[in-house]
């Protein structure tokens, strides 16, 4: 097992990349604290994990807050005694506007939840890692930090954020032996895809624009993240930090 006895908090963790990450974490032998804001959707995914003979705990919280950030790394130290991973993934979408048309309220939730609560995550977990020197603090980042689609601006710039935040926080951990690294997924089946398909529901006209756009010829599955996940948290990747991991079928080339 690559993560046996570890310890893993996943923020977003009740659907998509988040479940499938906390779960290929726990098939790995690491106990897992599952944070989402709908605690429902955590307990879900706790319930996956414990039938398959892991161990986890769900916890509801919102990433925006300094205390829900402190609270779920305060939780995981009493529960375990140590923190070895922490995976940022929490985050919102963006319908396609124009800039001129983009809600100011809009623009804050998604620089609040995409890049605040990648921020506070850091904050708190980082102080555990550093003083255990060991540690690795994953971020869910985008394709379109790195190449953006149109009318997806104000997203975008909030991936653009965490993957400079990934490389400067990796050369400010790298002397504890603590890595950072991001990962860029491209469209996955997640919750949030038909908001970035600009539709109510994912219809195979927005699939099939989206399928030519990538050289593999598909979109992500949540579980090609969670593979990837396992791997960067992993001994495997121990000269891996500061990168911004290309999950994406091609589409960055």
């Known amino acids: 097992m690559k993560l046996k006895d570890r310890v893993a908090i996943v923020t977003g963790g009740g659907s998509g990349i988040g479940a499938a990450s906390a779960t ?10 599952v944070v989402d804001i709908d605690e429902t959707h955590a307990k879900r995914t706790v319930e996956t994990i414990e039938k398959m003979g892991g161990r986890a705990v769900a916890m509801h919280g919102d990433v925006t807050t300094a205390a829900t950030n402190e609270a779920i790394v305060a939780r995981a130290m009493a529960l375990w005694s140590r923190l070895d991973i922490f995976f940022a993934n929490a985050g919102v979408p963006q319908w396609k506007t124009e800039v001129e048309d983009v809600d100011e309220a809009l ?19 980082m102080p555990v890692m550093k003083k255990a020197r060991r540690g690795v603090f994953l971020v869910t980042a985008s394709t379109a930090g790195i190449r953006p689609r149109p009318g997806g601006q104000v997203y975008a710039a909030s991936k653009g954020a965490v993957i400079t935040f990934t490389k400067g926080l990796a050369l400010e951990a790298a002397p504890y032996g603590v890595r950072v690294v991001a990962l860029a997924p491209v469209a996955t089946f997640t919750p949030m895809l038909a908001t970035f398909m600009n539709k109510r529901e994912v219809d195979e006209e927005g699939l099939a624009a989206y399928i030519a756009t990538v050289p593999l010829g598909r979109l992500n599955q949540p579980e090609d993240l969670a593979r990837a996940a396992v791997f960067l948290a992993s001994d495997d990747a121990a000269m891996i930090t500061g990168s ?8 960055c080339i």
Do not use: H, P, Q, S
């Open 244 to 251: 911004c991991v290309e999950v994406d079928g091609g589409r």
């Open 107 to 125: 623009y804050d939730t998604i620089m609040a939840v995409n890049v605040k609560g990648v921020f506070l995550g850091a904050k708190y977990a």
């Open 24 to 33: 290929a974490f726990a098939a790995e032998g690491a106990r897992v604290m």
